[in-house]
């Protein structure tokens, strides 16, 4: 069964920082790149960042760069978002997802949550001020 789990999320104060973690399962978890997205309620998921699994290249949505870091051991079949100088408006449930895209990073591919075929069930992360 393939499958994908996050973990990490939590309560902080504004500034501080959060590591999550996106654990992947049951497939070739090398051949696939992983995104994270967010999402509140009742709005659609957000493209947050996403790593290409080939040649490690990250991509980040304007709102997070700098901020944000997104990474891979594939040995251990994970993929990492750790999330410094946190506002309250990152406030969100965050989830990670697979995609065999050709190029994320053409015309922000990555961005599009149609281009993912397995999600997680979500972390929730809550920043307060």
């Known amino acids: 069964e393939v499958q994908l789990v996050e973990s990490g999320g939590g309560l902080v104060q504004a500034g501080g920082s959060l590591r999550l973690s996106c654990v992947g399962s049951g497939y070739s978890f090398d051949d696939y790149h992983i995104g994270w997205f967010r999402r509140a309620p009742g709005k659609e998921r957000e493209g947050v960042s996403c790593?290409?699994?080939?040649?490690?290249?990250?991509y980040y949505a304007d709102s997070v760069k700098g901020r944000f870091t997104i990474s891979r051991d594939n040995a251990k079949t994970t993929v990492y978002l750790q999330m410094n100088n946190l506002k309250p408006d990152n406030t969100d449930t965050y989830y990670c997802?697979?995609?065999?895209?050709?190029?994320?990073?053409?015309?922000?591919?990555?961005?599009?949550?149609?281009?993912?075929?397995?999600w997680g069930e979500g972390t929730q992360v809550t920043v307060s001020s």
């Open positions: 790593i290409d699994t080939f040649n490690g290249k990250a």
């Open positions: 997802a697979s995609t065999d895209i050709a190029a994320p990073g053409v015309d922000d591919t990555w961005t599009g949550e149609e281009e993912y075929d397995c």
